[in-house]
């Protein structure tokens, strides 16, 4: 599930990116709205200035689809306009 660290980086481990895929898949959801979707589920609030960073973490280097991160990127600058494309690797 996805966590604030104590300096607004925004960690999305492999589950989150799973369940993307699934709305992606199933439902024709894109990227950036199933993004936002899981925030709202998983009750983590967007507001503008709260991400320094997204960082994924990820297992056994799970693939991720191409788009995927420029999606959640344009979905996080939707919300928070002060976000600058950070991402830790």
């Avoid at 980086?9 to 699934?22: A, F, M, N, R």
Wanted: charged residues 20%.
């Amino acid at each position: 599930m996805m966590q604030w660290t104590e300096h607004g980086v925004l960690q999305i481990v492999d589950e989150d990116i799973s369940s993307l895929y699934c709305y992606y898949d199933r439902d024709g959801m894109g990227y950036d709205e199933s993004f936002l979707f899981e925030l709202q589920l998983q009750n983590l609030p967007l507001t503008p200035g709260s991400v320094s960073a997204i960082q994924f973490v990820l297992v056994d280097e799970f693939p991720l689809r191409e788009g995927v991160i420029e999606d959640v990127q344009a979905a996080i600058r939707s919300v928070d306009t002060q976000y600058n494309g950070s991402i830790i690797k």
